[in-house]
């Protein structure tokens, strides 16, 4: 039987590719896929569960489908995804509007649980979270313009604050064959920008033989019809020479490197398990500016993380000045249950948070900053429309990651169309944001 299924991700680029597989298996199965959850049989809310703060989310977009269900203008709700993995059986006790379950070795389980749902029953999926990562394909979800490529499954960080290889399993690369065949499909299908994701993408293939293979994979994926490739992450211990030299080798390689560095200071760094200290981290930083001009750093900072005292932070504030990170996701500490950073002591929430507004003022400034240089430079923009808001067009360069980045807004005497390579003169800002205008 045909059966109308909505999706619902929340999270992460690789939730986001997750999600388009459990599309696909649906789409080949029959199903009907809506773009909104009224008049679906079945309603799947795709969950992050890394943070509280994600699981509170996921719990309110479960209880809206919940308000519809009860409506009669939705039939069943499935949920899957990182929080049905770490908190299993308590969703469905504590959500009882919840027909079924999937953890995050349990996608490919998708069109048996939707069946199993619509006859009644109520499903309960929980793979190896170890196994190799599932080969299927996708629908994808993201403008046409651009997609993620997902390399690999897990972590073998071990970081102390992190929840996610208790969630997504150990390291588990692709095959480089397969990562090849899909974005050789993905080339095919008129995508201009590749996203390449993975919770550690410098670890890639060390899991076969010891050896990264991440500046192979990028040689080869330089080779396709890809306008721009963007990386997203890069851990610091990881990025060795061969891989330096590629990203700045490969002009398709945007210098735009996504570094999760968490903190500073050695001490701190040591407790939260994290490899290399300070001097490593400020000699890599110069290595990567020096052999890339132009880079353009993005990082995560976390404030208040255990053994971090006002001398500590004050040592991470000093960092970011110094090193002048042009983007950064900061982040208060949030003690995970089942993390060996929870059992540690450390400030409270409210400093934490207090902590993380200064780093954000910091991170502000810093922008404001760049956005000056920026002035009269005429830079290569990815346009992605127009915007009714601020009535300009609005697009991106090399420096603006979706999603997580901002834009760049531009005026316009033609038409550019959606998806399209533009120059822009940079001519101004707008709530920290640049403006321009297109030129020829």
Request: charged share 30%; glycine share 10%; proline share 4%.
């Amino acid at each position: 039987m045909s059966y109308k299924v909505h999706f619902i991700s929340l999270g992460c680029a690789k939730n986001v590719v997750n999600c388009e597989q459990m599309m696909a298996l649906c789409r080949e199965k029959g199903y009907e896929l809506l773009p909104a959850p009224e008049g679906a049989d079945v309603a799947v809310v795709n969950t992050c569960g890394f943070l509280a703060a994600a699981s509170e989310e996921a719990i309110q977009s479960i209880l809206h489908m919940a308000e519809l269900k009860a409506q009669g203008k939705l039939r069943k709700i499935l949920v899957t995804g990182c929080m049905t993995q770490r908190y299993g059986e308590d969703v469905t006790s504590e959500l009882p509007e919840v027909d079924g379950i999937l953890g995050t070795g349990s996608y490919k389980d998708i069109v048996n649980a939707v069946e199993d749902a619509m006859a009644g029953k109520h499903p309960r999926y929980f793979g190896d979270i170890h196994a190799p990562a599932d080969e299927f394909d996708r629908v994808l979800t993201t403008p046409e313009w651009f997609a993620y490529l997902r390399i690999a499954e897990g972590c073998d960080n071990w970081c102390a604050f992190c929840i996610i290889p208790k969630l997504r399993g150990r390291y588990r690369s692709r095959p480089m064959d397969k990562v090849l065949e899909e974005a050789r499909g993905l080339a095919a299908r008129g995508v201009k920008e590749l996203i390449v994701i993975a919770q550690d993408i410098t670890r890639y293939g060390t899991d076969w033989d010891g050896e990264h293979h991440l500046a192979e994979l990028l040689e080869e994926l330089c080779k396709m019809d890809f306008h721009w490739i963007r990386l997203h992450y890069l851990y610091p211990d990881q990025m060795d020479d061969k891989l330096i030299g590629v990203i700045a080798g490969e002009p398709k390689i945007l210098k735009y490197l996504d570094i999760p560095l968490q903190h500073c200071n050695d001490g701190i760094l040591k407790r939260m398990n994290r490899k290399g200290g300070r001097a490593y981290i400020e000699s890599l930083l110069d290595k990567l500016r020096d052999r890339i001009p132009g880079l353009v750093l993005r990082t995560s900072l976390i404030t208040g993380l255990p053994g971090e005292g006002e001398e500590e932070f004050e040592e991470l504030c000093q960092f970011l000045w110094d090193q002048r990170m042009l983007r950064a996701g900061v982040f208060p500490y949030s003690p995970e249950e089942g993390t060996p950073a929870a059992k540690m002591e450390r400030v409270d929430t409210q400093e934490a948070e207090r902590r993380a507004e200064l780093v954000v003022d910091i991170q502000s400034r810093i922008m404001d900053d760049w956005n000056e240089e920026m002035q009269g430079e005429i830079i290569e923009v990815l346009c992605e429309g127009f915007d009714g808001q601020s009535m300009s067009y609005v697009g991106r360069s090399w420096a603006e990651s979706p999603d997580i980045d901002g834009k760049i807004y531009f005026s316009a005497a033609g038409e550019p169309k959606a998806g399209e390579f533009v120059q822009v003169r940079i001519t101004g800002t707008m709530d920290g944001e640049l403006t321009g205008e297109l030129v020829g």
